[in-house]
């Protein structure tokens, strides 16, 4: 029994001795530890910075001089015959090589809206332009990436795309082809009661919209408002040369998808909608790009 008991006293100093090496190695690297853990936790790993390059990569330009046409308008467009994106427009034609918009409005720009979320504890990701999606076979998980991507001029011209891929870069590509081929033609104005200065910085009037549970209403608003809506649809009007509105949303504006769908809607309806000459004049109405309308008035 007193060897036992010697024993166990003897683990015990040991241990002890342990418990106190190991308070001094911390004690003295700690401060070290804490001067390097903020830089660490700001540091992102190589994949997400790889990530955010593809996400913020602009459209790849093209060749048009090397471009072959294949439809009968791209022939047109390559040969000088059609010099204007609105004598395509207006007549309804489709768009079938999005190599003809590349030639008659070379300064687009591009941006993606943020459709995806990342991977986090709870559900609590990062927003991200890829939307992940993942199909279980006998193979095993086959990912799919989905992208929306938005492209204008800022002066009346703006065009909306969506991309599927295996890839996030095919995806990304496929959406900005799309959006080339969706180009339409944006109605503007100044249809606020309170500004009334004759220029097109906002919208003539109401515009509504429903995509699903989401309905959106695009209202005038005076000069300096901004743009009082939610951040993607704020990306499509400031490429669609809208810089004034307000705006209101029902329904479950989380799904960005029909967000963004009744957001496309309540702008063609704008362009849709029938006003006759004198509503014209009264809240300034112009079509496509401001300069070509104001030539055209005076």
Same mark, same amino acid.
């Given at each position: 029994?007193?060897?036992?008991? #010697?024993?166990?006293?003897?683990?015990?100093?040991?241990?002890?001795?342990?418990?106190?090496?190991?308070?001094?190695?911390?004690?003295?690297?700690?401060?070290?530890?804490?001067?390097?853990?903020?830089?660490?936790?700001?540091?992102?790993?190589?994949?997400?910075?790889?990530?955010?390059?593809?996400?913020?990569?602009?459209?790849?330009?093209?060749?048009?001089?090397?471009?072959?046409?294949?439809?009968?308008?791209?022939?047109?467009?390559?040969?000088?015959?059609?010099?204007?994106?609105?004598?395509?427009?207006?007549?309804?034609?489709?768009?079938?090589?999005?190599?003809?918009?590349?030639?008659?409005?070379?300064?687009? #720009?591009?941006?993606?809206?943020?459709?995806?979320? @990342?991977?986090?504890?709870?559900?609590?990701?990062?927003?991200?332009?890829?939307?992940?999606?993942? %199909?279980?076979?006998?193979?095993?998980?086959?990912?799919?990436?989905?992208?929306?991507?938005?492209?204008?001029?800022?002066?009346?011209?703006?065009?909306?795309? +969506?991309?599927?891929?295996?890839?996030?870069?095919?995806?990304?590509?496929?959406?900005?082809?799309?959006?080339? +081929?969706?180009?339409?033609?944006?109605?503007?104005?100044?249809? @606020?009661?309170?500004?009334?200065?004759?220029?097109?910085?906002?919208?003539?009037?109401?515009?509504?919209?429903?995509?699903?549970?989401?309905?959106? *209403?695009?209202?005038?608003?005076?000069?300096?408002?901004?743009?009082?809506?939610?951040?993607?649809?704020? %990306?499509?009007?400031?490429?669609?040369?809208?810089?004034?509105?307000?705006?209101?949303?029902?329904?479950? @504006?989380?799904?960005?998808?029909? *967000?963004?769908?009744?957001?496309?809607?309540?702008?063609?309806?704008?362009?849709?909608?029938?006003?006759?000459?004198?509503?014209?004049?009264?809240?300034?109405?112009?079509?496509?790009?401001?300069?070509?309308?104001?030539?055209?008035?005076?």
């Amino acid at each position: 029994m007193a060897k036992k008991k #010697e024993e166990t006293k003897e683990i015990k100093k040991e241990e002890i001795m342990q418990e106190q090496e190991v308070k001094e190695e911390v004690e003295t690297e700690g401060p070290a530890v804490a001067a390097a853990a903020p830089d660490e936790a700001n540091m992102l790993s190589e994949k997400e910075i790889k990530e955010v390059e593809k996400e913020k990569r602009p459209a790849q330009k093209t060749n048009v001089d090397a471009w072959i046409p294949k439809t009968a308008l791209g022939k047109k467009v390559k040969t000088g015959e059609i010099t204007n994106i609105d004598q395509i427009l207006d007549e309804g034609k489709k768009v079938l090589e999005y190599q003809i918009v590349d030639v008659l409005l070379p300064t687009l #720009e591009t941006d993606l809206l943020m459709i995806g979320q @990342s991977k986090g504890k709870f559900g609590g990701g990062k927003r991200r332009a890829f939307r992940q999606t993942q %199909k279980k076979t006998k193979e095993g998980n086959k990912p799919k990436f989905t992208t929306y991507s938005v492209i204008g001029n800022k002066d009346g011209y703006v065009g909306l795309g +969506l991309g599927k891929a295996k890839e996030t870069v095919p995806a990304r590509e496929k959406a900005f082809r799309n959006a080339k +081929l969706n180009m339409m033609k944006v109605t503007r104005g100044c249809g @606020s009661w309170e500004c009334n200065c004759k220029t097109p910085h906002s919208i003539p009037y109401k515009a509504h919209a429903k995509c699903g549970s989401v309905e959106i *209403t695009l209202i005038p608003a005076p000069k300096g408002t901004g743009l009082c809506i939610e951040k993607e649809c704020a %990306k499509i009007l400031a490429l669609a040369g809208i810089k004034d509105v307000w705006s209101k949303i029902i329904g479950q @504006s989380n799904t960005k998808m029909n *967000t963004i769908k009744a957001c496309e809607m309540a702008l063609k309806n704008l362009t849709t909608t029938r006003v006759n000459q004198e509503t014209k004049v009264k809240l300034s109405v112009w079509q496509g790009s401001s300069a070509k309308t104001a030539e055209a008035v005076e």
